[in-house]
């Protein structure tokens, strides 16, 4: 059974840094890319941020300079740092497998920056 748990959201002042966590079970987590998305309030879902098995990053243009994507394959984890946060960072933040045959997602963690 597959399973990715989301961790680390939170209220914090604009300004400030969250690190979420992705915690994987049921896949071989280190052949994974792993892809971490948000969905704001009102907004469509979108990708945020994506780490390939072999630790390669890609990030929206939003997330550039301020998150910072990784992996740690020994504890089957991915996270996602974020600092310089601002109000429109606030959102439901999941975490995604990619590149899978049938991909899973996780139930999410809210992050709310206030201003």
């Known amino acids: 059974q597959v399973q990715l748990v989301e961790s680390g959201g939170g209220l914090v002042q604009a300004g400030g840094s969250l690190r979420l966590a992705c915690a994987a079970s049921?896949?071989?987590?280190?052949?994974?890319?792993i892809g971490w998305s948000r969905q704001r309030p009102g907004k469509p879902r979108e990708s945020v941020a994506l780490v390939n098995d072999d630790s390669s990053t890609t990030y929206a243009e939003s997330a550039k300079g301020r998150f910072t994507v990784s992996r740690d394959n020994a504890k089957n984890t991915a996270y996602l740092e974020m600092n310089s946060l601002n109000p429109e960072d606030t959102g439901v933040y999941f975490c995604?497998?990619?590149?899978?045959?049938?991909?899973?997602w996780g139930q999410g963690t809210q992050v709310t920056v206030s201003s």
């Open positions: 049921g896949i071989t987590f280190s052949a994974t890319a």
């Open positions: 995604q497998t990619v590149g899978l045959r049938y991909n899973y």
